[in-house]
């Protein structure tokens, strides 16, 4: 059974920076695809970056350049840099692994509980 557990969330001012992290607990971290989503309230969850198994990323639009995903396969983590935070960042943080990268979270089948981000103006 796959475990994800996010960490890293809080509040910060406009143009600030915050790291998620997200520790996985599986025999097989590298056979998933790793991604984060966001949902703020009344707001459907969103996606926000994907990386594969062999590293390659991928970005929504709103966060193009501004965030950065990353994973290191010999801690079970993953984690989401995200520079030059806007007010419309707020929003409860998930992260969900799945046999394939992909953008669409009913592709994901584990996820983690969120950790809330708050940005300020």
């Known amino acids: 059974q796959v475990q994800l557990v996010e960490s890293g969330g809080g509040s910060v001012q406009a143009g600030g920076s915050l790291r998620l992290s997200c520790a996985v607990s599986?025999?097989?971290?590298?056979?998933?695809?790793m991604a984060w989503f966001r949902q703020a309230p009344g707001k459907e969850r969103e996606f926000v970056a994907l990386i594969n198994q062999v590293g390659g990323s991928y970005y929504a639009d709103s966060v193009q350049g501004r965030f950065t995903i990353s994973r290191d396969n010999a801690k079970n983590m993953v984690y989401l840099q995200m520079n030059s935070l806007k007010p419309e960042d707020t929003a409860v943080y998930y992260c969900?692994?799945?046999?394939?990268?992909?953008?669409?979270?009913?592709?994901?089948?584990?996820w983690g509980q969120g950790t809330q981000v708050t940005v300020s103006s």
């Open positions: 969900a692994s799945g046999p394939a990268a992909a953008t669409s979270a009913d592709r994901y089948t584990n």
């Open positions: 599986a025999r097989a971290f590298t056979n998933y695809a």
